[in-house]
Nanobody, 121 residues
Framework: QVQLVESGGGLVQAGGSLRLSCAAS????????MNWYRQAPGQQRELVAIITSGGSTNYAGSVKGRFTISRDNVKNTLYLQMNSLKVEDTAVYYCNADVQTTMHDRSSRYWGQGTQVTVAS
């Protein structure tokens, strides 16, 4: 019904940059909040950044000032610009979105499959 597909992950040296994308497709009436999460090996999944439909953002303290979340509401696409990457940013990054499929439905949360980000020292 609704699919989220992440892209843009890869291997980068510490101090480098990557830009992740998350494209939503399917039956979409409205997308409210969109988020990026990450999960490092042996760790719990953690919230990285949030963006509302109006563009308000919030970040985890560990990425504030280095990562920027943004969205294109026409393309139903979420972005995460990651600068000054550190080894500890290594993780699988997941996007999710709260999506209404019709004007009569409540929002449901959908997740992408994840994209690996590896930061080498």
């Amino acid at each position: 019904q609704v699919q989220l597909v992440e892209s843009g992950g890869g291997l980068v040296q510490a101090g480098g940059s990557l830009r992740l994308s998350c494209a939503a497709s399917g039956t979409i009436f409205n997308i409210s909040t969109m988020n990026w999460y990450r999960q490092a090996p042996g760790q719990q999944r953690e919230l990285v950044a949030i963006i509302t439909s109006g563009g308000s953002t919030n970040y985890a303290g560990s990425v504030k000032g280095r990562f920027t979340i943004s969205r294109d509401n026409v393309k139903n696409t979420l972005y995460l610009q990651m600068n000054s990457l550190k080894v500890e940013d290594t993780a699988v990054y997941y996007c999710n979105a709260d999506v209404q499929t019709t004007m009569h439905d409540r929002s449901s949360r959908y997740w992408g499959q994840g994209t690996q980000v590896t930061v080498a020292s």
